[in-house]
Structure formats: C-alpha cells, structure tokens
C-alpha cells in the first residue's frame, strides 16, 4: 500500500466513524506521533556525534576560538574577496 492508498483508507474510516470519543482518541494519537519532540542529537550519524563531543570538550579545555574573533576573521575574509 503506497502513500496516496493509505491516506485515503485512513479518511475513508474516519469519514465512516461517528463515535466522537474514537474520533477524539484518533486525532490525540496522532498528535502524539507527529508532534513528538525528539532530541537533535539522536537524528545526527555516530560520527557527527564524535565530532561534536571533540568540540565540546575542546570548548571546555579552552581551546578555540571565541565568537568575537571569529566574527572578525569572517568579516576579513569577506572583505578580501570583494
């Protein structure tokens, strides 16, 4: 069953379903599915993980670069290639 299929089996029960409270369940349910909160980091690949975690705990050794410097270096950059 392709997409457009199940779409339409699924209006076809609800249109054919006059019990408010299923109704009711129906729509909670489906709120809860397509509204779930889920942390970015569980959709991000192992090694993108890695790399973040690399960078947090760089951030914490201080190393890096702070946010002002980096401002400055891109507007630099920017600069020189006009």
């Known amino acids: 069953m392709n997409t457009a299929e199940l779409k339409s089996r699924l209006h076809q029960l609800v249109v054919e ?4 409270t299923v109704l009711k369940q129906i729509q909670d349910y489906f709120k809860e599915l397509t509204f779930k909160k889920t942390d970015w980091m569980d ?25 002002d410097e980096v401002d400055r270096q891109i507007s630099e950059l920017i600069a020189d290639k006009k």
């Open 43 to 67: 959709e991000v690949s192992d090694e993108a993980k890695r790399a973040i975690n690399k960078g947090v705990n760089q951030l914490d050794n201080g190393e890096g670069i702070p946010n």
């Open 17 to 20: 379903t006059n019990d408010v």
